[in-house]
């Protein structure tokens, strides 16, 4: 069984972007975290990063037809910025009716106004923020205990 962790714009830059918001932590870290809480759960990860919008999408269609198919339990998703502009991977997501847990590092909520929306969250099926990346294991656990309901 497989889970996708999906994470957006400039995470590629965790551990040297903003770290009083995001932390030290890089986003290697973040994969050895999530393979390791996958592995005893006999999840196979597979983790992208891309700063491209349509490559996002295309990664939630093939998910979408892989849970379909039973072969997957969903998806651990950090939209970066685009959580509060993009349509179109809202659409994605309610279209292939792919399980998704909405991940945020910093708490959304007590930063910028503009961060306060989310075109995600309505076709979400959990939303985790401010936890650090730790909420990363959680969606995890949560997506697989879902899974096995």
């Known amino acids: 069984m497989k889970i996708l962790i999906l994470n957006g714009p400039n995470l590629n830059l965790l551990g040297t972007r ?22 005893p759960l006999g999840l196979e990860v597979d983790f992208v990063q891309s700063n491209h919008e349509g490559e996002l999408i295309d ?17 651990v998703f950090n ?14 997501i309610k279209g292939t009716g792919l399980p998704v847990v909405e991940t945020h590092i910093s708490n959304v909520f007590a930063r910028e106004a503009f961060r306060h929306h989310s ?5 979400a099926v959990g939303v985790i923020a401010g936890l650090g990346i730790q ?15």
């Open 18 to 39: 903003e770290p009083e918001q995001y932390g030290h932590t890089s986003l290697a870290d973040v994969e050895a975290l999530c393979r390791t809480t996958a592995a």
């Open 59 to 75: 990664h939630i269609h093939a998910y979408g037809l892989l849970c379909q198919q039973g072969n997957a339990v969903g998806a």
């Open 79 to 92: 939209p970066g910025a685009f959580t509060h502009t993009s349509v179109a991977l809202h659409d994605a």
């Open 119 to 123: 075109y995600v969250s309505p076709v």
């Open 135 to 149: 909420g990363y294991a959680l969606a995890i656990q949560a997506l697989s205990h879902r899974a096995s309901r």
